[in-house]
C-alpha cells in the first residue's frame, strides 16, 4: 500500500509516523517520562486525554526517539532512564510500537512501560513484548459486561479480556485498572472484573480509579464516594490478592515536580486543561516547554 492514514497512524512508501502532542517528565524526586502517542480505537465516553484525537506533530520512530533524548537533555540534564509508551492508544501500529521500544533501548532507556487499551494485544504483539522483555503493561478493562463495554466504548471487549489471559500466559508482566463510574462501571461490575481476573490468576495486581466528571469529554455520571471506592476495594479482594483503590487525590503528590514538552499548536487545549486540573487538583502545578524548544537544538 503506497499510503494511508488512521486514526494518527500515517504511512507513505513504507515509512510511518505517529502524532505525538506531548511528553510528561517527572523531574523530582524521581525521574520518569510519559511519551504520548496520539489516536485511539475506542471513543470512550468519558475520556479525558488529549491524544486520543489525531493532534500533535508526526514523527517517525528515528526522529521521536532523537526529539526525546533532546527533550531530557534540555528538562533533566541527561537521559531519561524510565519510560511509559501512553496515549492515545500506542498498539495502533504495532511495528511503530515495538520499532520505537527497540530504539528507546538503543539511547539506554533500561526500563519500559506500556499502557494500552489492551483491543489489539493478539498473540503476537504479546509475543514481540515479551521478546523485547518489556517491563510492564498498564491494561484497562473498562468493563466485564460486554454491552456495559460497547455502551461506554464503541467496541467489544473480547480482545480485552483475552489480552489479560495472553499476558499471563505468555509471563508478562503486567497490572490490570479499571475506572469506577456510578451506575456505570459500579461496584458489581468491578466484582465481575476481579472475579475473571482471578480465574485466571488470583495474584494478577488490581488497580481501581475514581471517575472524575470535571476532566471527562461527557460527564456521564459523578465522581464515587469514598465509601463507594472502599466497597469495590473490599469486593476485588474477595478475589485477587493484590488490589488498590486509588482516590484522584492520592495520585497526584505536590513534592513531585513535572514538566511537559507540549506541542505549541495545543496550548489553547493546554491551559483549559491546566486551569481544570487547578481546580480538580489540591496543589497541582505543571510547568510546561514548547516542542520548538527542544526542536530548535542542534545535536
Known sequence: MGKGIYLGVFWVWGLVWRRVPFITFCVKPTRKAWINLAGCNFDCRGCFAIA????????????????????????????VTDAVITGGEPTLNPSYLVNLIKHLRKVGVSRIALSTNGFLLDEDLVNRLRDLNIDLVK????????DVHYWYTGRDNRNVLKAARLLYDRGV??????ILMPNIVDVDEVERIARFLSSISPEIPYRIYE????????????????EEMVEAFKVAKRYLAHVEAIPASTVYDSSYEYIEVRDEALMDKFNEIDE??????????MKSIPFNAILSKVG
Request: glycine share 6%; aromatic share 12%.
Open 139 to 146: 491494561l484497562d478493562i473498562k468493563a466485564f459486561s460486554e
Open 276 to 285: 481544570i486540573s487547578k481546580r480538580a487538583v489540591k496543589g497541582w502545578k
Open 211 to 226: 471517575f472524575d466528571p470535571l476532566h471527562a469529554r461527557q460527564p456521564v455520571t459523578r465522581k464515587p464516594t469514598l
Open 52 to 79: 486520543k484525537e489525531d493532534v500533535g506533530r508526526p514523527f517517525l520512530v528515528a526522529e521521536l526517539t532523537d526529539f526525546f533524548v533532546k527533550a531530557c537533555k534540555h528538562v533533566c540534564g541527561g537521559l
Open 173 to 178: 508482566n503486567f497490572y490490570v485498572r479499571t
